[in-house]
C-alpha cells in the first residue's frame, strides 16, 4: 500500500465527522458484520456508516446470499444510511469498512458524498483507496472523501478472512 498524504476537502461541520478515536469502536462494529456474512458464506467483509457518534447504518457482504454482484458492505450500507436519514447525501457521514474499498465501493463514497473513509486492511489485488487506485484523492472527481487507514485491527481482520478463505477452500477439496 502506497502512502500519501490524504487529502479532500470536509463537506461538513467536523464534530458530525468520526474522529481516530472513534476508530476502534467503529471498526469492531463493522467487523462483526463481517463475521456475520461468513456465516451465510459470504466473504467476511463488514462495514459501518456513522454519524455524529452513532452507527446509523450497517452491513456485511450480501453477494452470494443474494446473488448479487453489487451486494458489497459498503454499498448496502450505504444505501441503509440513505434511506435511514431520508437524503443521499450522507456528507456529514464517516464510512468504516474492514477491507480497503474496491473501485465499486469508493465510488459509491465519492457519489454519497461520504466526508470520510476509514478501512482496517489493504487490499492489495483491488483497493481503490491506495492499493491498487486512488479513487479518493482523483482530482478530476467530483467530490474527495478523505480517508484514513487504521491498522489496530489489521491483524484481526486478515486473520477473520484467512480462516474463511480456507474453509472454502477445505470446503472445495472435499467435494471434489
Not at 459498503?74 to 434511506?83: G, L, N, P, S, T
Not at 478501512?119 to 483491488?126: L, N, Q, R, T, V
Given at each position: 500500500m502506497k502512502e500519501r498524504p490524504r487529502s479532500g476537502a470536509p463537506f461538513a461541520d467536523p464534530a458530525t465527522i468520526a474522529r481516530p478515536s472513534d476508530d476502534d469502536r467503529f471498526m469492531r462494529e463493522a467487523l462483526e458484520e463481517g463475521r456475520l456474512a461468513a456465516d451465510h458464506g459470504d466473504v467476511p467483509i463488514g462495514a459501518a456508516i456513522v454519524r455524529d457518534g452513532a452507527v446509523v447504518a450497517r452491513a456485511g457482504n450480501r453477494r452470494e446470499v443474494d446473488a448479487d454482484p453489487t451486494a458489497h458492505a459498503?454499498?448496502?450500507?450505504?444505501?441503509?444510511?440513505?434511506?435511514s436519514l431520508g437524503r443521499w447525501r450522507l456528507s456529514d457521514c464517516t464510512l468504516y469498512v474492514t477491507v480497503e474499498p474496491c473501485a465499486m465501493c469508493a465510488g459509491a463514497a465519492v457519489l454519497a458524498r461520504v466526508a470520510l473513509v476509514v478501512?482496517?486492511?489493504?487490499?492489495?489485488?483491488?483497493g481503490a483507496v491506495r492499493s491498487v487506485a486512488e479513487l479518493l484523492d482523483a482530482t478530476w472527481m467530483n467530490h474527495r472523501p478523505r480517508w484514513r487507514f487504521y491498522p489496530q485491527l489489521r491483524g484481526e481482520i486478515e486473520q477473520v478472512l484467512s480462516e474463511f478463505f480456507a474453509t472454502q477452500r477445505r470446503g472445495r477439496s472435499e467435494a471434489d
Open positions: 459498503e454499498v448496502i450500507a450505504i444505501r441503509e444510511a440513505a434511506r478501512f482496517g486492511a489493504p487490499d492489495e489485488k483491488a
